[in-house]
């Protein structure tokens, strides 16, 4: 079984914010394979698919970004999933707009969601896909998370995006260690 976790708020205030690229990438996957997250449990919403017998669940955590967490503690409880297979997409102010990294595993780089799921998990032991979005020398890095990307900005997005559905795929199917040779 395996878990893919879409970080972002919830609510229509954060739609399309930067802090928000996890949900927007699921819910572009959700969409292409006509899903619905129509399910919900422990403060998240999800929808699941299986695929050669093995369960897949997306997961959308519906408490703030810094509490994610929590939500992820439960569902891997819940369903009993190996941290090796919970695959996190998240944003990172430390990569260009436009560019993303897969991680195995690591810290957090002060994002504080990925920090709160470290905490629940007590573990690094988990897979990233990081989608950047650059950083701002003149706004409050709050305020630039929560803030909407520009119509230049949402251009680059949606080519991330269409990778990021690519990366869920062979995520699916493939050993990680190739996905990661393959994208980064």
């Not at 996190?88 to 430390?94: A, E, K, R, T």
């Given at each position: 079984?395996?878990?893919?976790?879409?970080?972002?708020?919830?609510?229509?205030?954060?739609?399309?914010?930067r802090?928000?690229?996890?949900?927007?990438?699921?819910?572009?996957?959700?969409?292409?394979?006509?899903?619905?997250?129509?399910?919900?449990?422990?403060?998240?919403?999800?929808?699941?698919?299986?695929?050669?017998?093995?369960?897949?669940?997306?997961?959308?955590?519906?408490?703030?970004v810094?509490?994610?967490?929590?939500?992820?503690?439960?569902?891997?409880d819940?369903?009993?999933?190996?941290?090796?297979?919970?695959?996190?997409?998240?944003?990172?102010?430390?990569?260009?707009?436009?560019?993303?990294?897969?991680?195995?595993?690591?810290?957090?780089?002060?994002?504080?969601?990925?920090?709160?799921?470290?905490?629940?998990?007590?573990?690094?032991?988990?897979?990233?896909?990081?989608?950047g979005?650059?950083?701002?020398?003149?706004?409050?890095?709050?305020?630039?998370?929560l803030?909407?990307?520009?119509?230049?900005?949402?251009?680059?997005?949606?080519?991330?995006?269409?990778?990021?559905?690519?990366?869920?795929?062979?995520?699916?199917?493939?050993?990680?260690?190739?996905?990661?040779?393959?994208?980064n």
């Open positions: 079984m395996k878990l893919i976790v879409g970080l972002g708020n919830h609510g229509l205030k954060y739609k399309n914010t802090h928000n690229v996890g949900y927007m990438v699921l819910d572009e996957y959700a969409k292409l394979n006509s899903l619905e997250f129509n399910k919900s449990k422990f403060s998240g919403v999800y929808t699941e698919i299986t695929k050669e017998n093995e369960k897949i669940i997306f997961l959308k955590p519906e408490k703030y810094n509490l994610s967490g929590e939500v992820v503690r439960s569902f891997i819940y369903f009993k999933i190996n941290l090796e297979d919970v695959l996190v997409i998240h944003d990172d102010l430390d990569l260009e707009l436009g560019e993303y990294k897969l991680k195995q595993d690591g810290g957090s780089a002060g994002h504080n969601g990925v920090t709160n799921i470290i905490l629940n998990l007590a573990s690094k032991e988990f897979k990233r896909l990081k989608i979005i650059s950083k701002s020398d003149q706004i409050s890095t709050s305020n630039y998370v803030g909407k990307f520009s119509k230049e900005e949402e251009e680059k997005i949606e080519q991330v995006i269409t990778t990021a559905i690519n990366i869920i795929n062979d995520y699916i199917d493939e050993d990680f260690i190739k996905i990661m040779n393959k994208y």
